[in-house]
């Protein structure tokens, strides 16, 4: 009879699924590195004291995913390294875009917590993703790793549809 457990050792088959696990892996380290400078830029065109103190918390918590991804490359035995993440590239021009078309001030910040949401909702979907394959492959330790970082995000998320709601939706059709 055939076993379901997962190994930590690669066998051929194995291989090919270990690698996408590792290139994905590349491709949301290198994305939370862009986000180390594309959250700063955020923060600057802010006006909302709610956006700014979430933007700026998320960007503390952005720093901890960086080591965590460095700490999930170590368990594995590899080097850290990214691969340029062409969605998260797409999604910073995007709000680089929205923050430079957007009338300033409310109306503006609607717009930085649209463009952060959809940065939010890729990074749920790449670490729900990830925490998946890491399971397959035996890597538990990486797998509670990521879910540490997936907790996050779904907590940015929330509290940037807190803040859209609560005040800056209203304020902004208003302004």
Known sequence: MKSNTPTKTTNGKEKGFRKLFEDELKDIYWAEK???K????M???ATSEDLIDALESHLEETKG??????KAFEFLGKTATGKKCEAMAGLTKEAEEIMEEAEEGLVRDAGIISAAQKVEHYEIASYGTLIAFARTLGENEVADL???TL???????????EIAESSVNEE???Q
């Open 43 to 45: 923060i600057k065109n």
């Open 65 to 70: 995913h960086v080591d965590r991804c460095e």
């Open 151 to 161: 907790n996050e995000e779904k907590g940015a998320n929330d509290k940037l549809t």
């Open 38 to 41: 594309a959250i700063p830029k």
């Open 146 to 148: 990521l879910e540490e």
């Open 172 to 174: 902004a059709l208003q």
């Open 34 to 36: 862009a986000l180390t």
